[in-house]
């Protein structure tokens, strides 16, 4: 209290010596003896307290604990940092420069196809697509820049781009038309339709990739192992790779490939699609028609259908279908319950509501318990067939691959048609190659009747 | 549940009807208030029940709260299953101890081995122009005391589904009713096991841009500001938590997730109220990551409720505040 009160009078005195002493301060500055000017200065005020404590007052505004700090709202520093945009290099638009959401998508440059990303933020996926129609300053990237996979710090640099206006002509039109195979369970999506959120977040991975993931993303803590270059596996990593591991020892495999041509399903799934959607409130998509397909197929035979345990068969009378989801910590198989008595738009309405619950991890172990077969699919990475590894105790698993377009004979003509490869790996104890094949030949017949999965 | 056959009532008519019915397919449940009987009840929501029942089961009571919630405590751990009514919710602090310390607490204190399966009925809420002492809306309190329920309809449906949800239920229901409702008309199922499910949250309106969580007349307010919005283009998801302790949070946390911006609007007064608890939650979720705008928080004036019936609805949120309050989160003022 004392020092305040004493302040402002030697304040006031201090300034009186600066005026007596005008020239001599300037002489210093001219003499190139700039010091000399703050010394001069600093001898004016008698005691060194007052003086430090003047500088803590100058300093003040200085300290103010807003500056420097960015305003910005949680979904936005979420964004960035899912990006890795630098928050402080971005414009807010929002109420005293609060970056929002939409400022910083701004500055997202997502091409479609290759991408490491992995958020469950879908809106900066949706603004690319919908907002690039009419807005200039919505840029994309050349994809081939976006797939070169630099260190990081430059690959940054090319990801953040001004806003700058640019003229609609300079906009990549062609990349905006190229479907972006995230989106959905197959590629070839036409463009006009408009992902469902879900869709865009989860794939299907195949438990095979499993065998080959190293398991970079945990992060060892800094201790010997890592010198050891060893990495810690989470518990839930170690189980599943055990499970990996005791599966392929125990099974005997069989393989058997066929493909399906899906241009019925295609061309069905474009008419029935708005209709579909106004019922079950979900997007259908070609797995829909697969899962319907196989729930089908399943009944017809049951031994494809079964488990095996404690060395027993045992072939179920109700289809528990699994389909593998990849989220952002792991892989996991959610089970559509009773597949066997659901139409069409049930089953869409069950997976949609299904992939939905994963998303928002609003899942219990219940979800994921009681399959009785399991469908993967790696088609959106662009595999044509590959073989799965069998989710015990199920006796058989089905590995989709991607729907691609290539010359076939269609009624005595070449022409060319959407065709897809499905692999069944079949437990050989369990049921032989024949009942496989009848599998998968009725899979195939229904599939390539689509009309009459609907009923 | 099959809701087949719907009929026009009042959501006065609603409560009533899903009272008689419950008396009627269960002897246990019997009905005791002030002037609840030869009265017609002083919103006249119980006439006629007298002669139904008759008094052994549709009781008179003297003017004292404190007996009317201390015998139905009785009531509901000796067996039967009663209904009590305040005449204001204002009145219930009356009650309070038998509520709080005991009808609360008998299940958990006796090992399980008592139940509590009461209903508390509580007009609340302002508009009548009923003054300070019959205007509150004192929800927050309750919601405050682990072993209550608390449940607060905002439509005739809601009424008559939650009111034989709560005679049901084998917990101490507080069932909070708006006295400005009573004369709203709706549809109501005629379906005599229609009931609604305890801790179960309504999307009233669907929509993207902004999420609205408000029960009771200002989920009415809300609907018409958004059908105002609507004419801009801005939708806005309205959210009825109907059950307001214990709340299902999983909508109203997927909504946010949905809109990134948040309002939470009742008529009880702003500091302490139940609104607070749910700003609270959200951003304890998963959703605080999505929110792209402050959370605004609509509540009465922290002043008394008063008589004059233009500061009366000064104190408490209107339409207006919620188109502005709309406004501010999309940066349009």
Not at chain 1, 220 to 247: F, G, H, W, Y
Not at chain 1, 280 to 287: E, G, K, P, Q, S
Not at chain 2, 282 to 306: H, K, M, T
Request: overall charge negative; proline content about 6%; some cysteine.
């Amino acid at each position: 209290m004392e020092k305040e009160v004493i302040l402002p009078i030697e304040k006031s005195s201090s300034s009186e010596i600066i005026a007596e002493k005008p020239i001599e301060a300037v002489a210093a500055n001219i003499t190139g003896e700039p010091e000399a000017a703050e010394k001069s200065a600093k001898e004016l005020l008698p005691n060194p307290n007052q003086a430090q404590i003047q500088d803590e007052i100058e300093l003040k505004p200085e300290t103010d604990p807003r500056l420097e700090k960015v305003r910005a709202t949680p979904a936005a520093r979420r964004v960035a940092r899912e990006h890795h945009i630098d928050i402080q290099t971005i414009p807010g638009s929002g109420p005293n420069g609060r970056i929002q959401i939409e400022d910083v998508k701004r500055m997202v440059v997502f091409s479609p196809g290759h991408s490491g990303y992995s958020s469950p933020e879908t809106a900066v996926i949706g603004t690319a697509l919908e907002e690039i129609i009419g807005n200039p300053e919505n840029v994309f990237s050349d994809p081939v820049k976006e797939e070169i996979k630099e260190d990081k710090s430059e690959k940054r640099e090319t990801k953040i781009k001004k806003p700058v206006a640019m003229k609609p002509a300079a906009r990549n039109n062609k990349s905006e038309m190229i479907p972006n195979p995230e989106l959905d369970f197959v590629p070839f999506v036409e463009g006009e339709v408009e992902p469902l959120r879900e869709e865009i977040i989860v794939k299907s991975v195949p438990l095979s990739s499993l065998e080959k993931t190293s398991f970079e993303k945990t992060v060892p803590e800094k201790n010997e192992k890592q010198l050891e270059n060893k990495t810690i596996l989470t518990e839930i990593r170690k189980d599943i790779a055990e499970r990996m591991v005791r599966s392929n020892l125990e099974t005997a495999v069989i393989t058997l490939t066929t493909e399906i041509d899906m241009t019925e399903v295609k061309d069905l799934r474009k008419k029935i699609s708005k209709k579909i959607e106004s019922q079950a409130h979900f997007r259908c998509t070609y797995t829909d028609f697969l899962l319907m397909a196989t729930a089908r197929a399943l009944m017809k035979q049951p031994i494809i259908n079964s488990s095996f345990e404690n060395d027993e068969i045992i072939p179920h009378a109700y289809v528990n279908l699994g389909f593998a989801v990849d989220t952002d910590d792991e892989m996991i198989i959610p089970v559509i319950k009773n597949a066997q008595d659901m139409s069409f738009v049930e089953m869409v309405k069950h997976r949609g509501e299904t992939l939905k619950s994963i998303k928002n991890k609003y899942y219990t172990p219940e979800d994921l318990e009681g399959s009785t077969f399991t469908i993967t699919n790696l088609g959106m990475y662009g595999i044509l067939e590959f073989s799965a590894i069998i989710n015990q105790p199920n006796g058989a698993i089905l590995s989709v691959g991607e729907v691609v377009q290539r010359v076939r004979v269609h009624q005595g003509e070449a022409v060319i048609r959407s065709v897809m490869k499905i692999s069944l790996n079949l437990d050989r104890r369990v049921a032989d190659g024949m009942a496989g094949a009848k599998f998968l030949q009725d899979v195939k017949a229904d599939m390539e009747n689509p009309s009459l999965l609907l009923f | 549940m099959e809701i087949n056959e719907m009929k026009k009532m009042t959501y006065r008519d609603a409560i009533r009807l899903g009272m008689t019915e419950e008396m009627r397919r269960d002897d246990d449940v019997i009905f005791l208030g002030e002037d609840i009987g030869l009265y017609g009840g002083a919103f006249g929501l119980s006439e006629g029940m007298l002669d139904e029942f008759g008094e052994a089961r549709v009781m008179d009571t003297p003017i004292t709260e404190a007996a009317i919630v201390g015998t139905a405590v009785g009531a509901a751990a000796t067996g039967l299953r009663p209904v009590c009514e305040m005449m204001f919710m204002d009145f219930v602090t009356m009650g309070m101890d038998a509520l709080v310390n005991q009808g609360a607490k008998m299940h958990y204190m006796f090992g399980g081995q008592a139940a509590v399966p009461m209903v508390l009925r509580l007009p609340a809420g302002s508009g009548s122009g009923a003054g300070a002492q019959h205007s509150q809306s004192l929800e927050a309190w309750l919601c405050h005391v682990p072993g209550l329920k608390v449940v607060t309809p905002s439509t005739p449906a809601q009424a008559k589904g939650l009111i034989k949800a709560a005679i049901r239920d084998n917990n101490p229901v507080c069932f909070i009713e708006h006295k400005m409702l009573y004369k709203m008309e709706g549809l109501v199922p005629v379906d005599d096991e229609f009931t609604i499910e305890i801790g179960k949250t309504f999307i009233e309106r669907p929509g993207k841009d902004v999420t609205i969580v408000t029960y009771g007349t200002l989920l009415h307010k809300a609907i018409e500001a958004a059908e105002f919005l609507a004419e801009e283009g801005i939708e806005v998801e309205i959210i009825n938590p109907v059950t307001l302790y214990p709340m299902d949070m999983k909508p109203i946390v997927e909504s946010v997730i949905k809109t990134g911006r948040l309002i939470v609007a009742h008529e009880a007064s702003k500091t302490g109220g139940v609104g607070g608890e749910i700003v609270a939650r959200v951003v304890e979720s998963e959703a605080f990551d999505y929110l792209n705008a402050p959370i605004i928080r609509l509540g009465g004036l922290d002043v008394p409720i008063p008589y004059n019936k233009e500061l009366e609805a000064a104190v408490v949120p209107q339409r207006n505040d919620f188109v502005h309050g709309v406004y501010r989160l999309l940066n349009r003022e």
